[in-house]
């Protein structure tokens, strides 16, 4: 049967759809632009976004099992809403949902409280589902690295109590294994939730350390100012978006994101492997500076 994955142009969908199709997986898209759409070869494309009834139907049409990713929008919930309405219209049960790290928490953060809502639904609909709760992706760095390399500075306020932040190839791998188990499982299986975590849980300090010792240089921590983060990135982004990040890291002041006990066991015996490091991460974009 084909695996429908939405927001496959992205960080963690287009790396979905590569660890399906190296699996064996018959795969599907579903992207605003198909001409934008790189994927493997014998990967169907459908144009269309989450929005457009229409091609959702058409999308859905011999799915068995959906990877739904929903970008942060101001509509986020209503994407959500329709798709997983015209799942179930469409006779599909089983689902692997991204969410995020304890969203059943952080309710006043407003993409935290959608992806809650969207879990409420896959019990409440009686959907086949894993739920994968990602915490802060190591990819997101990307939009701030010329800061650290032209600036000296980290400038996420991320705060002491430590965020496990995770990379975007370990989240994309435990979602296509969950795809798989569950298009291939002979009958329904129960909801489960798994942790997306890092192998380190680090504060400002210490990031700003790692990129020190990589870069021969001092990198000095921002600090843990959400209404400066707020004004300074309200000058490339919306301002509702702006605000809303600036709700989400004082949650990481707060609360951080720390692993539960055994969250790093099960993902690395899961992948069989280590997952990927923030150190390691960084030492790449040091190397190529």
């Given at each position: 049967m084909t695996i429908l994955v939405t927001g496959a142009t992205g960080r963690v969908g287009r790396h979905v759809v590569d660890q399906l199709v190296h699996r064996g997986a018959k795969a599907r898209v579903l992207t605003r632009d198909a001409s934008r759409a790189n994927v493997p070869a014998g990967v169907e494309v459908v144009q269309g976004d989450l929005l457009d009834i229409d091609a959702v139907r058409s999308a859905f049409n011999g799915v068995s099992t959906l990877f739904l990713l929903?970008?942060?929008t101001g509509d986020e919930f209503?994407?959500?809403i329709i798709t997983l309405n015209i799942a179930r219209e469409a006779g599909i049960e089983r689902v692997?949902?991204?969410?995020?790290?304890?969203a059943d928490r952080a309710?006043?953060?407003?993409h935290f409280a959608v992806k809650f809502g969207a879990e409420r639904m896959l019990v409440e609909m009686g959907f086949s589902a894993t739920v994968l709760r990602p915490t802060y992706f190591i990819d997101n760095e990307l939009m701030i690295k010329d800061v650290i390399l032209s600036h000296g500075v980290y400038p996420m306020p991320i705060g002491s109590k430590g965020i496990a932040m995770v990379d975007a190839r370990d989240i994309a791998e435990v979602a296509a294994i969950e795809l798989i188990r569950r298009d291939t499982a002979p009958g329904k299986l129960p909801i489960e939730t798994i942790n997306?975590?890092?192998p380190d849980?680090?504060?400002?300090t210490d990031v700003a350390k790692i990129w020190s010792d990589?870069?021969?240089?001092p990198i000095i921590y921002g600090g843990d100012d959400p209404s400066g983060f707020e004004r300074n990135v309200a000058s490339f982004m919306p301002k509702w978006m702006a605000y809303e990040m600036r709700l989400m890291a004082e949650r990481y002041l707060s609360d951080g994101m720390i692993p539960e006990a055994g969250d790093v066991q099960r993902l690395t015996q899961m992948l069989g492997r280590p997952?990927?490091?923030?150190?390691d991460f960084a030492a790449a974009i040091a190397t190529a500076a």
């Open positions: 929903n970008a942060v209503t994407q959500a692997v949902y991204l969410s995020v790290f304890e309710v006043n953060v407003p997306l975590v890092g849980t680090l504060a400002g990589l870069l021969g240089r997952l990927h490091s923030y150190r």
